[in-house]
């Protein structure tokens, strides 16, 4: 099973502030098969990026994704208030599709 | 509007079983693999099982197998998981989603507790 670990566990920043959250899994993820979410209470998650660096349809630019093999990036240019929740990697290179444990975004 | 709509979710004794159920809307179900995540209380996001297109092949985590079933109607646009033998650690929301790898549509969710 790969294993996923993001950082930091918490990011405190305020708004137009820049966020750099990290994942890093236990194994190779081939053909950079890592998406990532976000996930707020109460709501679905929403898919945010895919293949690594692909955004989702109606996702803004101000979120990108980078990295392969075993180190990826999500960064958010410039934090707006709805931006502010947990985000998830997942990995879905190889079965059971792990997700990682979550690095939440809250407000400073 | 591209839509999956879950229910099913209960309160139910350990040991016991539920149906979940998912009807999607929108676009071509029979085009899609689907999958099932769940997210227990205080926890994180935790991948259950998907089914292909035809229903062919199927996966699971570990967790769940023998224990749990996915099925799919293509014909009622529905997606199933039949869970039996239920445990405390099975309590989450669980949603329904598009894709068996990463997650594109997602559902609002169905909450199952096991609990006596």
């Known amino acids: 099973e790969i294993v996923l670990t993001q950082s930091p566990g918490t990011l405190s920043l305020s708004p137009g502030e820049r966020a750099t959250l990290s994942c890093r899994a236990s194994?190779?993820?081939?053909?950079?098969?890592l998406a990532w979410y976000q996930k707020k209470p109460g709501q679905a998650p929403r898919l945010l990026i895919y293949g690594a660096s692909s955004r989702a349809t109606g996702i803004r630019d101000r979120f990108s994704g980078s990295g392969s093999g075993t180190d990826f990036t999500l960064t958010i240019s410039r934090l707006e208030p709805e931006d502010f929740a947990v985000y998830y990697c997942q990995q879905y290179a190889r079965s059971p599709f792990t997700f990682g444990p979550g690095t939440k975004v809250d407000i400073k | 509007e591209v839509q999956l709509v879950e229910s099913g979710g209960a309160l139910v004794q350990p040991g016991g079983s539920l149906r979940l159920s998912c009807v999607a809307s929108g676009f071509t179900f029979s085009s899609y693999w689907m999958s099932w995540v769940r997210q227990a209380p205080g926890k994180g996001l935790e991948w259950v099982a998907n089914?292909?297109?035809?229903?062919?092949?199927?996966d699971y985590v570990d967790s769940v197998k023998g224990r749990f079933t996915i099925s799919r109607d293509n014909a009622k646009n529905s997606v199933y998981m039949q869970m039996n033998s239920l445990r405390a650690e099975d309590t989450a929301v669980y949603y329904c989603?598009?894709?068996?790898?990463?997650?594109?549509?997602w559902g609002q969710g169905t909450v199952v507790t096991v609990s006596s």
């Open positions: 989603a598009r894709r068996g790898s990463f997650a594109d549509i």
């Open positions: 089914i292909k297109q035809d229903g062919s092949e199927k």
């Open positions: 194994q190779t993820v081939s053909s950079s098969n």
